[in-house]
């Protein structure tokens, strides 16, 4: 396995660690052999980056107005950074120290998505303007060289010229401009993704496809229908748990038994659009859906829900599986409360039957590797759908 190869493994390793969720090869940009994930070619001449020496003031000015998104839910959660990496990197700029370049994508009203370095921009606004984005007021803590005479200081209690030097401090953004192809975007955010902890896919829809659907996807994640019927164990930090339902919404919105598009990345950005164009009849009727496919799942799998079984009598629970989640949900979600019902009193013969499922080596890679491909996803569904047909008859 090549170095490459050994960091996508580590990151997968350590995605899988910090969300709960079995990981699948695609969700840090593609297979281990294969980092890259455009799979239609591209015209170059389509690609429209430019660069924007700003200042401090000026992002803070678009930051006061809305005119940068700065996703206060995004990105592993406010609590990422701790008060001394804050304060460190305000006493870098206070000692002239530049930072490094930020990444941002412009939308169709010019409104810039921070995507990388939301955090260093969060710390500056915390300490400069809280209350620009309703933040607490940052205080400097544990300084490296200014500590003795500004250790505890807020903005307010620097010396003007100190205020002044932040404020007229220089900033670089590489700006995405509007126009530019989504796969293309999202494949440019994936190249220079390197730093730290790398963006999830989903982290990378909720900066860059904005609207009603990422509100749609934390109320879901959040509610207590999700959280009990996948034991609490699936973590909000990388946002695994929002992609398991738009996976959901988007094979609710789409028909997985006909699926034949060959980018599941550019299917799920897809629906998470139309997310944003539903009427609130729309989704209040798919809610009860989910409801009722996460209510049925708990009652027929119970604390093995959404999850590989190794063997019979097995009493290891493996992490959810996410492609197991969307196939299971969604053909409950097809059923009626009284089909489901069935299920739930013939719950050993659905058991009986998955296990038998998870003993067949097509099955298993359908849920394992390239779950994205048609062919794969067909598979599981049907094959889903033939335990919950054959036990209701």
């Known amino acids: 396995m090549s170095d490459s190869a050994e960091e996508v493994v580590e990151e997968l390793d350590s995605l899988g660690h910090l969300t709960g969720v079995e990981v699948e090869e695609e969700d840090l940009g593609g297979p281990v052999d294969g ?5 239609t070619p591209f015209d170059p001449e389509l690609i429209d980056v430019v660069t924007r020496n700003t200042t401090v003031d000026l992002m803070l000015s678009r930051v006061r107005t809305r005119r940068v998104d700065l996703q206060p839910d995004f990105q592993r959660r406010a609590g990422i950074w701790r008060n001394q990496a804050k304060s460190r990197l305000i006493e870098s700029l206070l000692l002239r120290i530049p930072l490094p370049t930020f990444y941002a994508a412009e939308d169709d009203d010019e409104v810039w998505a921070m995507v990388d370095g939301i955090q260093r921009l969060t710390t500056i606004v915390e300490f400069v303007e809280p209350d620009a984005i309703d933040a607490e007021p940052l205080r400097l803590r544990n300084l490296e060289y200014l500590g003795e005479e500004y250790d505890n200081a807020s903005f307010a209690e620097l ?22 192809p989504d796969e293309v975007k999202f494949n440019i955010f994936a190249r220079i993704n390197t730093g730290g902890l790398p963006l999830s896919r989903q982290e990378l829809r909720h900066a860059l496809i904005p609207g009603e659907g990422r509100s749609i996807l934390k109320e879901w994640a959040d509610s207590e229908a999700f959280k009990s019927t996948t034991g609490y164990s699936v973590r909000s930090d990388r946002m695994a748990d929002r992609e398991m339902i738009l996976r959901f919404l988007a094979f609710r919105l789409a028909d997985p038994f006909t699926y034949a ?72 979600a097809m059923l009626t409360e009284e089909e489901i019902s069935v299920l739930t009193r013939r719950r050993r013969r659905v058991e009986r039957k ?16 390239g779950t994205g491909d048609p062919a794969k996803v067909r598979f599981r569904f049907e094959a889903i759908k033939e335990i919950f047909t054959s036990a209701v008859a």
């Open 35 to 39: 980092p890259d994930f455009i799979q």
């Open 159 to 180: 010396p003007p010229r100190l205020q002044t030097r932040l404020r007229e401090t220089e900033l670089i953004v590489h700006l995405i401009r509007r126009g530019t």
């Open 261 to 332: 598009d060959d980018d599941f990345d550019a299917f799920l950005r897809s629906s998470m659009r139309s997310l944003n164009k539903l009427r609130k009849a729309r989704v209040d009727e798919l809610w009860e859906e989910f409801e009722r496919a996460m209510n049925g799942a708990y009652e027929i799998f119970g604390n093995y829900a959404f999850r590989k079984v190794e063997r019979r009598g097995g009493t290891r629970r493996l992490p959810i599986n996410k492609a197991l989640f969307e196939s299971v949900s969604v053909n409950l």
């Open 354 to 369: 998955f296990l038998d499922l998870m003993s067949d080596v097509d099955f298993q890679a359908a849920i394992s590797q």
